[in-house]
């Protein structure tokens, strides 16, 4: 089964753990958006305490082939649903230029410790497409019907 995402991104990965001899980098489906990441660690398993982080290698590092593109790391939803485990930082960045192991730090918003064993799919890598901003300095902004409301301000219904 094929796609309609258009051309794939070349992407250059490196395995830097075992883990990846039992298991493949690959999509879950034609039409998955991200990559499942893999808890890379030598023993079991590893414990996280309620509202404990625990920072987790991958065993990839990545080469993004292609400028305005950079990978960015998510939750895996049903390990949040169901386990209460999360990026900590929300999302993480990739940036095309980092060529170190991509790390997840896990936060453990559930009330019982959990467990991530090894090799586990802990998160999920996906490719967007970035831009940098030019940055101009002014003294004042255009007006909206919005303005400066934020936080709730158009109600709750």
């Known amino acids: 089964m094929t796609n309609d995402f ?3 991104l070349d992407v250059k990965v ?10 493949k980098l690959a999509y879950g489906t034609a039409f998955s958006a991200g990559l499942d990441l893999r808890a890379c660690f030598d023993a079991e398993e590893m414990g996280i305490e309620p509202g404990g982080r625990l920072a987790l290698g991958t065993g ?6 292609e400028p305005g593109w950079a990978g960015f790391v998510f939750s895996r939803s049903g390990l949040g ?3 209460g485990l999360t990026v900590s930082q929300g999302v993480g ?3 095309p230029d980092y060529r170190g192991e991509i790390i997840v730090s896990l936060l453990n918003t559930s009330g019982e410790r959990r467990v ?7 998160a999920q ?9 030019r940055i101009l300095p002014v003294n004042d902004l255009s007006d909206t019907d919005r303005g400066a409301g934020g936080f ?6």
């Open 6 to 8: 258009g051309s794939p």
């Open 14 to 23: 490196h395995f830097t753990h075992p883990v990846w001899e039992e298991h």
């Open 60 to 65: 990839v590092r990545i080469e993004i082939g």
């Open 81 to 83: 649903a169901k386990k």
């Open 93 to 95: 960045v990739i940036d």
């Open 116 to 122: 991530v064993a090894r090799g586990q799919r802990i």
């Open 125 to 133: 890598l996906v490719f967007l497409p970035v831009r940098q901003a």
């Open 152 to 157: 709730g301000h158009t109600g709750t219904i």
